[in-house]
Structures are given as C-alpha cells and as structure tokens.
C-alpha cells in the first residue's frame, strides 16, 4: 500500500482553498474561470483536479493487490491529461466535478480493458465521454454501503482508524492526534484492515 502516496497526496490538498470534496466550491471555482480565464483559478482547478483524479485511483489500487506503482502512475497521468484536452466537451460547465468524475470512471474502464488483452495504457480505445451521464465522485449508495459494511467486520482498532481515513478522509497525521495512537500505529492499522477488505467479497464486487 502506498502510505507515501496517501501522504503527498495529503499535502497537496491542504494547498486547496476548500475542501476536496466540496463539489460547490470546485464547481463555481470552474464557472468563474470559464467566464473570466483567471489564471489563479486556472491554478485552483487544475490542482483540484489532479487530487481528485489521484484520490480517485489511488482508493482502487487499495482494492486491486495486483497494480503497479508504474500501472498507478499510468492511469492518474492518463485521466489528468484527458481532462486537459477535453475541456471542450464539458456540455454543462456547472457540473465540472461530475464531469471529471466520468473521466475517471471511463479511463478506469479502458485500463481493465486494456490489461486484459494485454495491450497498452496508451493505446486504449478512446473515451465517449457523452455516453455515460454525470456522477458524483463517491457515488453515493451501493458501493458507500458495501464500504461502510466491509468496515463494519472489521475488529474495533481498525475499525475506526478505517472510517477516519477512508470514510472522513482524514491524513494520518489528523487520525494519530484524533485517537492518541503513534503514526506508526495508524499505518500499521490501515494496512491490515486494507488486507482485510481485498478478502471481502462484497466489497471487492461493488468496486470492481
């Protein structure tokens, strides 16, 4: 598990003037750049997004033992890079976050695809992006159930460090002073409760 990873990305947020998943903010953030082409809110949007879409891939590779950092690195720079060329199709600008949200859903389908035939990241087939309606980011219902459940059978000390980290997205940092345990303890936590929730099978169907 890239505790490193989480971590960096951690410090990236705290750079944001609002929180990561206040959609609102990020939206109307997107509509004010669209109308005036600030380039401070060019900055804001663009490190938004990459932490979003890094957030994004990095909550699957804890699901998916056999990913790469190389297949992680891979697939973020291929979603960040989608959302930069492809601004022009965003059909409805106040719905920015949802949009980013099916880039990400639809290149996470592409790369399953393309690791099953075995063929490169890059020569994955294109995106129609106009398929698929917007979601949100954490696509409320099913799969925060089976999460919420697959936590639920875990034992009491991982349990709770769980739901900081993955339920209320707090860093490790933030979960050691909540809960008074060392750094190393919560790491040490996190990663045995993340083996854990690969061995369960519903939770590895819904996010699959």
């Keep these: 598990m890239p505790y490193s990873s989480f971590e960096s990305l951690d410090e990236l947020v705290a750079a944001l003037p609002f929180r990561l998943d206040d959609i609102s903010a990020i939206n109307a953030t997107y509509l004010r750049w669209h109308a005036s082409r600030n380039a401070h809110e060019r900055e804001v949007i663009q490190l938004w997004t990459y ?4 957030r994004y891939f990095l909550v699957k590779f804890v699901q998916e033992a056999s990913w790469s950092a190389v297949d992680l690195d891979a697939i973020i720079e291929t979603a960040f890079r989608k959302t930069e060329t492809r601004e022009t199709q965003i059909r409805e600008p106040s719905r920015y976050a949802s949009w ?5 859903k639809n290149t996470f389908r592409n790369y399953l695809r393309s690791k099953r035939h075995q063929i490169p990241l890059e020569h994955a087939p294109s995106l129609s992006l106009a398929a698929e309606p917007p979601v949100a980011y954490n696509e409320p219902g099913t799969r925060q159930r089976a999460l919420a459940r697959a936590i639920d059978k875990l034992p009491p000390h991982l349990r709770s460090c769980v739901r900081l980290r993955f339920l209320s997205g707090l860093s490790y940092a933030e979960i050691a002073q909540r809960t008074g345990r060392p750094v ?3 790491r040490a936590f996190i990663y045995k ?3 854990r ?3 369960d099978a519903e939770f590895r169907k819904n996010f699959e």
Excluded at 100 to 104: F, L
């Design 51 to 54: 932490c979003f879409i890094r």
């Design 100 to 104: 980013v949200s099916v880039v990400c």
């Design 184 to 186: 190393a303890t919560i």
């Design 193 to 195: 409760a993340i083996k």
């Design 197 to 199: 929730l690969r061995e």
